[in-house]
């Protein structure tokens, strides 16, 4: 079964871009070529957007591929198919990487053991419920790439093909 994502390398120091190629060659099994645009959020960085269909699991090893590399902001997306959820995945240099299950509205499906642990650290005191909650869903990473996001002057138009 294949399905269909996006990644968006946010930010990259522009000597990390050609790496950031061949990893994606390297998962994909084909040569990749990214048009590359300043960003402007961070001076001498490069952003890129690239649409990607393969296998399910596909998204996990781009994000495999990319984490870990310091200054590298990106995401990797997933959509849902008949046999597999939906995926997300965010990485900064702070943070690290975010991974949540999508379900076939974009919603972050958060798994039952996840959210038990995360009332028990309240309910021990060890943590703030809405900080747990935040982290959940992925909060943070959002709050740190949200400036990244912006489609600065030149980045490419990504049409819809179908509104639901």
Do not use: N
Request: hydrophobic share 45%; net charge negative; aromatic share 8%.
């Amino acid at each position: 079964m294949t399905t269909r994502g996006v990644l968006y390398v946010h930010s990259a120091p522009r000597a990390l871009c050609p790496h950031v190629e061949w990893a994606i060659a390297g998962v994909l099994g084909v040569r990749v070529s990214l048009d590359w645009i300043k960003q402007p959020a961070a001076s001498g960085t490069w952003r890129a957007e690239f649409s990607w269909q393969g296998e399910v699991g596909t998204a996990s090893k781009l994000a495999s591929a990319l984490r870990g590399w310091h200054l590298l902001r990106f995401e990797v997306t997933a959509e849902p198919c008949a046999t597999a959820e939906g995926e997300r995945y965010s990485s900064t240099p702070d943070l690290g990487i975010f991974h949540a299950v999508t379900g076939m509205h974009g919603d972050i499906l958060i798994p039952e053991d996840r959210l038990r642990a995360a009332l028990a650290r309240a309910a021990r005191g060890e943590s703030d419920l809405q900080a747990e909650v935040a982290k959940l869903l992925g909060q943070p990473w959002d709050d740190e790439l949200e400036p990244f996001r912006y489609a600065g002057e030149g980045a490419p138009v990504r049409w819809l093909h179908q509104v639901v």
